[in-house]
Structures are given as structure tokens and as C-alpha cells.
């Protein structure tokens, strides 16, 4: 196991994903916040009505899910700003350098992650 983390890198990782996650939600018609910002047409045919709803339905999906990765990538960019970067939120174990090399918005360690 690896446990040395270069924190300037991770930061810069960090902030980059962060402006894919948001430019992603302003794809799909979000803000930052997941809140659509369109209105969908429905049109006058029940078809259509089904059709939008149910993009609308898939696209709200999307949005969640962007949403709470970009959750991720705040709480970790604020815990480099507070200096407790790296440290499992279930044990408080420093997590593994290689995890936060792959997934550097990681919360737990490994073995808590499993455990989950």
C-alpha cells in the first residue's frame, strides 16, 4: 500500500472534475444545484406526452447522479482546504494513495467501502 499523496495534484484533479460534473448538469439543462432550469413540451399527442416524460424521467436520473458526484468532489475539495484530506469518514484510517489516485473523491478506506 501506498501512502504517500501529492495533495496539490489531487486538488488539481479535484477541481477538474468538478467543472466536468458541472459543465455535464448544464448539458442536461441543470444547474449546480441538480434544479432543471428548462420547461419541457409535452406536446399535444398523448405519445409525445409519454415520449417527454420519459426523457424528462431519464435526464432527472442523470442529474442525481451527477448531483451527488459532484457532492463528492466538494466535500473532498473542502477537506483539502481544511486540511483532512486522505482520512476515511467511517474509521478515520488514512485512505490508501492509490485509492485516491483512481477515485480521488473518495470517503472511506477500502475496507469500510466493503463493509458498506
Do not use: W
Not at 17 to 38: F, I, P, T, Y
Amino acid at each position: 500500500m501506498s501512502s504517500t499523496i501529492d495533495i496539490d495534484l489531487i486538488a488539481a484533479a479535484l477541481k477538474g472534475e468538478r467543472s466536468k460534473l458541472v459543465h455535464q448538469l448544464n448539458e442536461l439543462g441543470a444547474d449546480e444545484s441538480g434544479d432543471l432550469n428548462g420547461e419541457v413540451d409535452y406536446g399535444d399527442a398523448f405519445a409525445d406526452a409519454a415520449a417527454a416524460t420519459a426523457e424528462r424521467t431519464e435526464v432527472i436520473g442523470l442529474v442525481d447522479t451527477l448531483k451527488l458526484r459532484l457532492h463528492d468532489v466538494d466535500a473532498a475539495l473542502a477537506k483539502v482546504n481544511a486540511g483532512t484530506y486522505g482520512r476515511c469518514d467511517s474509521c478515520g484510517k488514512p485512505i490508501d494513495a492509490t485509492r485516491l489516485a483512481y477515485r480521488p473523491e473518495s470517503r472511506f478506506c477500502i475496507d469500510c467501502k466493503s463493509r458498506r
